[in-house]
């Protein structure tokens, strides 16, 4: 199974700040790193597909990047409605997995 | 706009057998381009994929629940169901149905998801 593990697990930030989340899985994964937010009480949204595809409607700020064994989610200039928790998840080989997340809280 | 449903008992027994359904609105579940997904969430914690059905009954399951779950479909129905046996204090989550679309040139990875449906085991 490919453990996918995130940094950092918390984040508080300022609105206009820059924010970066990084995914690690396990072993090499190729592009097959997906981006997800989840709201309180709301199921998860797809924001980035194979590591760096923005999801249709997803706000420009939001972008991905990596291969291999490390991607990153950046967010540019956070706003208020991006607090929230971000998962990463693979879907390169079965079992999927997901990463533990990273709460981003707004300052 | 295809939407997702979850329902099922939001009580269950210890031992017994959780029983949910995913109903498939806005368009028909019954193609190959589609891939039909459980995930779970207790409370306060991360995401579990726990399966999926596709191309006319095809399915993938996660080991650490395999001998516990059954995905099946009901493609009259637009439906597709989960059932997970001998069910435990573990097993008390949220549940979500999502679906993952695929065209010919990429996938879609659980684009779209039910709003969830919450489960607790207990006596």
């Known amino acids: 199974e490919i453990v996918l593990t995130q940094s950092p697990d918390f984040q508080s930030v300022t609105p206009k700040e820059k924010v970066s989340i990084t995914c690690r899985a396990s072993?090499?994964?190729?592009?097959?790193l997906h981006w997800y937010q989840q709201k309180p009480d709301q199921s998860p949204k797809l924001l980035i597909k194979?590591?760096?595809q923005s999801f249709s409607g997803v706000p420009s700020r939001f972008s991905g990047s990596g291969s291999g064994t490390d991607f990153t989610l950046t967010i540019n200039s956070l706003e208020a409605e991006d607090a929230a928790t971000y998962y990463c998840?693979?879907?390169?080989?079965?079992?999927?997995?997901f990463g533990p997340g990273t709460k981003v809280d707004i300052k | 706009q295809v939407q997702l449903q979850e329902s099922g008992p939001g009580l269950v027994k210890p031992s017994q057998t959780l029983s949910l359904n995913c109903t498939v609105s806005?368009?028909?579940?019954?193609?190959?381009?589609?891939?039909w997904n459980w995930v779970r969430q207790p409370a306060g914690k991360g995401l579990e994929w726990i399966g999926r059905?596709?191309?006319?009954?095809?399915?993938n399951y996660n080991p650490s629940l395999k001998s516990r779950v059954t995905i099946s479909e009901d493609t009259s129905k637009n439906q597709f169901s989960l059932s997970l046996s001998s069910v435990t204090a573990a097993d008390t989550a949220v549940y979500y149905c999502?679906?993952?679309?695929?065209?010919?040139?990429?996938?879609?990875?659980?684009?779209?998801w039910g709003k969830g449906t919450a489960v607790i085991v207990s006596s």
């Open positions: 806005g368009g028909s579940m019954n193609s190959d381009t589609y891939y």
């Open positions: 998840h693979q879907s390169s080989s079965l079992p999927f997995t």
């Open positions: 059905i596709y191309a006319s009954g095809s399915t």
């Open positions: 999502a679906r993952t679309y695929c065209d010919d040139t990429t996938c879609y990875n659980m684009d779209v």
């Open positions: 194979y590591a760096s």
């Open positions: 072993q090499s994964i190729g592009s097959s």
